[in-house]
């Protein structure tokens, strides 16, 4: 490739060497022509490495990258941020596949410099494209505020956490891939990612004011033993999408609305364990700081919740880092 791409679509890999290929081969027949394939495989133990080498060899859009170790999911994501030369990135995990028109279709939205990122519907499920959609976000194609983004993501809205769902600017993605996240209770983010994906959309959508959706299903996630999605560790993963969350909002939401949304989580941490708590027991294990819910808090995040659902919050930037959201 003499020129550097508009478009890096970007495959971790590992251990994948009966899916790897499909997964590829999705993002060569995009009918768009200005992309470049970086593919890490994260020290694969069967034949994954020589598969993705076989099709770079086919096509000189591809480049193969092999680390000499197991780096940990994150890492490994981190690395094919590094290797790309793409002005736009898209992460595509080795198990999922995206439309040929992916990015016909999403490339378009940055015309407009304050998008910070498109992302679309998506089929979850054993087959291809096949199944009921997910994300439906809006239910139309369009530009829409980033805060009714990070409203609807805060309080339990049907969007995307896995950033294989949208198109970012790549120096979106280097500056807000986390290895980590700040926790009391929870350690090493890194072997798996649950928390660090879904901070990808939040920490970018708190920078622009614009997202974009495409409502038609354009990627497709499979859902196999062996995935995120059908995790053992369900239970857990939920938990470190709440510190992410929480994390996110100490520092971007008002004090009153960080406290309503403690309430939701705690709520929902409940109903998720089946073991009801003190309401106050929430933050210990998800903050440092000194937070105290009042009956009046619980009420007030009880109710913020349900109008998150029914599209009544929004939020309303504030000063510095910090926003607030505000019922309408």
């Known amino acids: 490739m003499d020129h550097s791409p508009l478009i890096s679509i970007l495959i971790p890999v590992y251990n994948r060497e009966d899916l790897v290929g499909p997964c590829i081969k999705s993002a060569c027949e995009q009918t768009v022509s200005d992309f470049e394939i970086v593919i890490v495989d ?26 000499d170790s197991n780096l940990g999911p994150v890492r490994n994501w981190h690395r094919c941020i590094t290797e ?19 990015l ?28 009921d959609a997910k994300y439906q976000f809006t239910g139309q194609t369009g530009i829409f505020d980033s805060n009714r983004f990070i409203s609807m993501s805060l309080f339990n809205g049907d969007l995307p956490v896995s950033p294989g769902g949208a198109l970012f600017r790549l120096r979106d993605l280097r500056d807000n891939l986390l290895l980590d996240i700040p926790s009391p209770t929870i350690k090493d983010f890194s072997r798996h990612g649950a928390g660090p994906d879904l ?57 009153e609305w960080l406290k309503r949304l403690y309430v939701y989580e705690w709520k929902r941490e409940c109903k998720e364990t089946g073991s009801w708590t003190l309401p106050g027991s929430i933050v210990s294990r998800y903050s440092e700081k000194v937070l105290v819910l009042s009956p009046f808090d619980i009420a007030s995040g009880l109710i913020a919740a349900r109008s998150v659902k029914k599209g009544r919050l929004t939020l309303e930037r504030g000063q510095a880092k910090e926003v607030n959201l505000i019922g309408k």
């Open 104 to 131: 016909a279709k999403t490339i378009p939205f940055f015309k407009q410099d304050d998008v910070g990122f498109v992302f679309s519907s998506a089929v979850v499920g054993p087959v291809p494209f096949e199944g």
């Open 84 to 102: 790309a030369k793409g002005v736009y990135g898209k992460l595509l995990f080795s198990d999922d596949l995206m439309a040929p028109d992916y």
């Open 42 to 67: 994260n020290a694969s133990t069967d034949g994954t490495l020589a598969v993705c080498r076989e099709l770079a060899a086919q096509d000189q859009r591809i480049r193969v990258f092999s680390n």
């Open 199 to 255: 901070l990808i959309y939040l920490l970018t959508a708190a920078r622009y004011p614009l997202i974009a959706y495409v409502h038609e299903p354009l990627s497709y996630f499979r859902a196999h033993e062996g995935s995120i999605t059908v995790s053992k560790e369900k239970c857990d993963l939920n938990q470190c999408y709440r510190q992410a969350r929480l994390w996110f909002a100490e520092r971007y939401l008002g004090r």
